[in-house]
């Protein structure tokens, strides 16, 4: 491992060193002026029981920071491993904003109306609760409003590890 003379260390190292940790994949959904923009995140995790919280953290250089922060509701849908081409589609930057979800079959959470990816292993709907500077992107602490979670038999997750989309079996 190599780091800068300053003491800092190199993005390169500590990307290799967080890739060792195992993570879930979310796509995590907004609406902004009516029109719904997504990402995914792996950057998610609970916060709090009481009250209900959770955070993702969001690159201040994408559109979703933008839209998340103006609309102050967000939804979280929870991957399957069977979603691993919508968690690589809304990792891409760049996309087109209209759309990005064809193809991908969603529903309105019931009390945002963020899309929710239908089929998701679980699913969380948050009013922004408080946002913190992290660096180059921003901690969204959310309130959780609703949520769900699909009763299924061998419920295989998605994960990310070792810079890698990756299964995880239930059993």
């Given at each position: 491992m190599t780091s800068e003379p300053s003491g800092s260390i190199a993005p390169g190292d500590f990307r290799t060193a967080m890739g060792r940790f195992a993570s879930g994949i979310t796509i995590m959904s907004t609406l902004q002026g009516g029109v719904a923009h997504a990402m995914t995140a792996n950057a998610f995790t609970s916060v709090s029981l009481d009250p209900p919280l959770v955070l993702v953290c969001v690159d201040k250089g994408v559109r979703m920071h933008d839209a998340v922060l103006e609309c102050g509701f967000w939804a979280v849908s929870v991957l399957a491993d069977s979603h691993r081409l919508i968690?690589?589609?809304?990792?891409?930057?760049?996309?087109?904003?209209?759309?990005?979800?064809?193809?991908i079959?969603?529903?309105?959470?019931?009390?945002?109306?963020?899309?929710?990816?239908?089929?998701?292993?679980?699913?969380?709907?948050?009013?922004?609760?408080a946002s913190y500077e992290g660096g180059d992107h921003t901690i969204v602490v959310g309130?959780?409003?609703?949520?769900?979670?699909?009763?299924?038999?061998?419920?295989?997750?998605?994960?990310?590890?070792a810079g890698q989309y990756r299964e995880l079996r239930a059993r």
């Open positions: 968690a690589e589609r809304f990792a891409k930057s760049g996309r087109d904003l209209f759309s990005q979800f064809e193809g079959t969603t529903v309105p959470g019931p009390k945002t109306g963020c899309p929710l990816i239908e089929g998701a292993l679980s699913w969380l709907e948050c009013r922004t609760w309130e959780v409003l609703s949520l769900g979670a699909e009763e299924l038999a061998d419920p295989d997750a998605l994960i990310y590890y």
